[in-house]
């Protein structure tokens, strides 16, 4: 504003053109947008002075307001309205190869269960393990799968249930037959070297729901709790499991718990057996 106050003193003895709009136009594909205004002053027949504003822009132009300033630059050389459209090129060009940004690529349930790192743990672990939740029907069982420390790709699949309803499987993961243990500062974990997963794949499943980490689905208004709807919400949550990690599909199997979870492990076992009989009848 200054500037244009200063220029209007200098040239307040000399003619002058009206206050006139100027447009902004990136191509004819798009619309016409105010760029800014523009007066001209004359001195004499020979001297025009154009004096223009950029919308927008601020201290430096160019960085601000990079299409507007240079079709008010490349019109003023031509002696052309400001209005009229670049002729110039200004589509970026491709990226080369060695720049390119490495594709964005949708993880799998799978891929986003992985847990990489584990916070305490002081020892480099030889498996893959996963945490996530399996769909149960009327709720979502939190899960953690550790993978077979001898032979992931052929020894046998374990679930394990904890016993007493609302017992958090996790008891076992880190305090049984887990691959770890707590340690007396209760922030890191040690090795336990006699886990379950070192001859085997052992997923430990939080059931039922409300246990552990493990959560209803409030719409459902399903709050009973009994074995036969346990056993039914880890039948779903084991096939969804399955969906997830299909490459235990036609493994050996096994349903293992402690205490209470052996009438989960029954009621689950023969549900299975009928889902298989039905199947093959």
């Known amino acids: 504003?200054?500037?244009?106050?200063?220029?209007?003193?200098?040239?307040?003895?000399?003619?002058?053109?009206?206050?006139?709009?100027?447009?902004?136009?990136?191509n004819s594909?798009?619309?016409?947008q105010l760029a800014g205004y523009y007066q001209q002053f004359f001195m004499n027949d020979y001297v025009t002075i154009d004096y223009l504003t950029i919308k927008g822009a601020g201290h430096f132009v160019p960085l601000d307001r990079?299409?507007?300033?240079?079709?008010?630059?490349?019109?003023?050389?031509?002696?052309?309205?400001?209005?009229?459209?670049?002729?110039?090129?200004?589509k970026q060009k491709s990226i080369l190869?060695?720049?390119?940004?490495?594709?964005?690529?949708?993880?799998?349930?799978?891929?986003?269960?992985?847990?990489?790192?584990?916070?305490?743990?002081?020892?480099?672990p030889n498996f893959k393990q996963y945490s996530g939740y399996l769909n149960a029907n009327s709720?979502?069982?939190?899960?953690?799968?550790?993978?077979?420390q001898r032979d992931s790709s052929n020894d046998p699949l374990i679930l394990w249930l904890s016993g007493e309803p609302s017992c958090s499987s996790l008891n076992s993961l880190f305090s049984g037959n887990g691959p770890f243990r707590p340690n007396s500062d209760n922030m890191?974990?040690?090795?336990?070297?006699?886990?379950?997963?070192?001859?085997?794949?052992?997923?430990?499943?939080?059931?039922?729901?409300?246990?552990?980490f493990s959560e209803e689905i409030l719409s459902t208004n399903e709050f009973d709790f009994n074995n036969n709807r346990t056993a039914r919400e880890v039948f779903h949550a084991l096939m969804d499991f399955l969906t997830v990690f299909p490459e235990y599909i036609n493994r050996p199997f096994f349903i293992t718990g402690h205490s209470y979870a052996s009438l989960y492990i029954l009621k689950l076992s023969a549900r299975i057996i009928n889902r298989i009989q039905v199947k093959y009848k």
């Open 1 to 26: 504003m200054s500037n244009e106050w200063f220029m209007m003193r200098i040239a307040s003895d000399y003619p002058k053109s009206n206050r006139q709009l100027w447009t902004y136009q990136e």
């Open 29 to 32: 594909n798009f619309l016409e």
């Open 66 to 90: 990079g299409g507007p300033s240079l079709q008010m630059f490349a019109n003023f050389i031509e002696k052309a309205n400001y209005s009229t459209i670049l002729s110039c090129d200004t």
């Open 97 to 124: 190869p060695q720049y390119q940004p490495i594709p964005r690529i949708t993880p799998t349930r799978k891929q986003r269960d992985r847990v990489w790192n584990l916070p305490g743990l002081t020892f480099e």
């Open 139 to 148: 709720g979502h069982l939190h899960y953690w799968f550790v993978e077979s």
């Open 188 to 212: 890191t974990l040690s090795e336990n070297n006699y886990s379950w997963n070192k001859v085997a794949n052992v997923l430990y499943l939080e059931s039922s729901r409300f246990t552990g």
